[in-house]
């Protein structure tokens, strides 16, 4: 069982970054596969990013790739996700999860095993 609780959404302006941070509690955490995932205002949620054990070991959504950087501190139970050049559509709750496996193709369709709560991060204009 792993619970999982995320920080650092806030309201910024096009262009600024945020980092979003997710403390898990499971005293396996460095066993889990990591990711982030969004839904915005009147859609479906999405795969963003995920970490599998191995901190080297990471996959990104087109959407995001070279904007957007996942890590994790197994020392410290925690997995980040860091934001840059944010712009209005990456307004969502961000959601962070965690699994048993690394399978992105299981989290593009199904997501992860254990969800947060999630983090609203809104991006004006």
């Known amino acids: 069982q792993v619970q999982l609780v995320e920080s650092g959404g806030g309201l910024v302006q096009a262009g600024d970054s945020l980092r979003l941070s997710c403390a898990a509690s499971a005293r396996t955490f460095s066993s889990y596969a990591m990711g982030w995932f969004r839904q915005a205002p009147g859609k479906e949620r999405e795969f963003v990013a995920a970490?599998?054990?191995?901190?080297?070991?990471?996959n990104y959504a087109d959407s995001v790739k070279g904007r957007f950087t996942i890590s994790r501190d197994n020392a410290k139970n925690m997995v980040y996700l860091q934001m840059n050049n944010l712009k209005p559509e990456h307004t969502a709750v961000y959601y962070c999860?965690?699994?048993?496996?690394?399978?992105?193709?299981?989290?593009?369709?199904?997501?992860?095993?254990?969800w947060g709560n999630g983090t609203l991060v809104t991006v004006s204009s």
């Open positions: 999860a965690a699994d048993v496996a690394y399978n992105i193709v299981k989290y593009s369709r199904s997501g992860m095993d254990y």
């Open positions: 970490i599998s054990w191995n901190p080297r070991n990471t």
